[in-house]
């Protein structure tokens, strides 16, 4: 169930719809809010409408129906009032490969009518240390790997003070220390004010650094609100341990413990979404039926269960 748009959300759309020609709908009557200050994961599977809903919120494309607000202006209307104010990395950079990854920015950050050119140098260096680029500044762009390039075109939307970040599978070819630099500046970026809008495809990543997310599939909005909230949503799991597996998913189907699972030594199962059996009942249950019970509770739900309860789909959903 999707909540109302807030009025005072950073990134509103109502009603936001787009038909392609020949009738394809490629976003169907999204309501969308983004809480100013917040970190909002956008996840959706292959095809749902993700990219096409952040091309119309920047004003990359007009709509087919509906309205779309950032920064509390309507787009594509205010867009040159707006996007001096917005960051963005979408669908990958495409820096000059003839260039190094420092002139790039220079020349990026001297088409910015805004930007105060005693000051450009500097700013460009910030930004190649903030995305760890400085060692590789001078190297030219076309030597750069896919993670490398990556950067870049994050360092190129911090080049000035943002109210909105915009980003689009920001950790997209980075090894898992790149990742974790990134997530640590994200977080940063959110510390210091600026709003954080976050498409991945990566379940484990929207649920360590956003506060919010909403999912989309076919086009719809399905959910969204915090992320805690989405993930408490959807139901948690009984697991035991035991050498004695079959005894010990016959016992949990008896206490209404759908799907038992058995891998090796280990028996998990969803719990009841209504009226689930109290854990403590269960592991007599199990003792009393002879199961050696070697470790017994409850796992809290993530959001990855409550992305698959919802669409259907497991996590690799990119698109």
Request: charged content about 25%; glycine content about 12%.
């Amino acid at each position: 169930m999707q909540s109302s748009p807030a009025s005072d959300a950073v990134v509103e759309a109502r009603g936001l719809t787009k038909r392609y020609r020949g009738g394809q709908l490629a976003v169907d009557g999204l309501d969308l809010a983004v809480p100013r200050g917040s970190v909002f994961g956008f996840l959706g599977p292959n095809g749902s409408g993700k990219t096409t809903t952040i091309r119309m919120l920047l004003g990359l494309i007009g709509p087919s129906g509906g309205s779309a607000r950032l920064l509390g202006e309507p787009m594509p209307d205010a867009a040159r009032r707006v996007l001096p104010r917005v960051g963005a990395l979408i669908e990958g950079p495409a820096p000059y490969g003839f260039l190094s990854g420092r002139d790039n920015l220079l020349r990026l950050d001297a088409a910015d009518p805004t930007a105060d050119p005693r000051t450009r140098a500097a700013r460009v260096g910030e930004a190649l240390e903030r995305v760890g680029l400085t060692a590789a500044a001078r190297k030219k762009a076309r030597a750069y790997s896919l993670g490398m390039k990556q950067r870049l075109g994050l360092a190129a939307a911090l080049l000035r003070p943002r109210e909105l970040l915009v980003l689009d599978e920001p950790t997209n070819g980075l090894d898992p220390q790149g990742m974790r630099e990134i997530r640590s500046l994200v977080r940063e970026l959110a510390g210091d004010g600026t709003t954080v809008f976050l498409s991945s495809h990566l379940l484990d990543e929207i649920e360590q650094v956003c506060t919010h997310a909403a999912v989309m599939a076919q086009g719809r909005l399905l959910t969204q609100g915090p992320v805690a909230e989405l993930a408490a949503g959807a139901r948690g799991r009984l697991a035991v341990t035991t050498p004695d597996t079959a005894d010990a998913a016959r016992v949990l189907k008896e206490y209404g413990v759908t799907d038992p699972t058995v891998i090796g030594d280990r028996v998990t199962g969803e719990l009841p979404p209504a009226d689930p059996p109290d854990p403590a009942e269960v592991n007599a249950a199990l003792v009393r039926a002879g199961v050696r019970v070697r470790a017994f509770g409850t796992e809290r739900a993530s959001l990855e269960d409550a992305f698959v309860a919802l669409t259907g789909e497991g996590f690799d959903v990119a698109g």
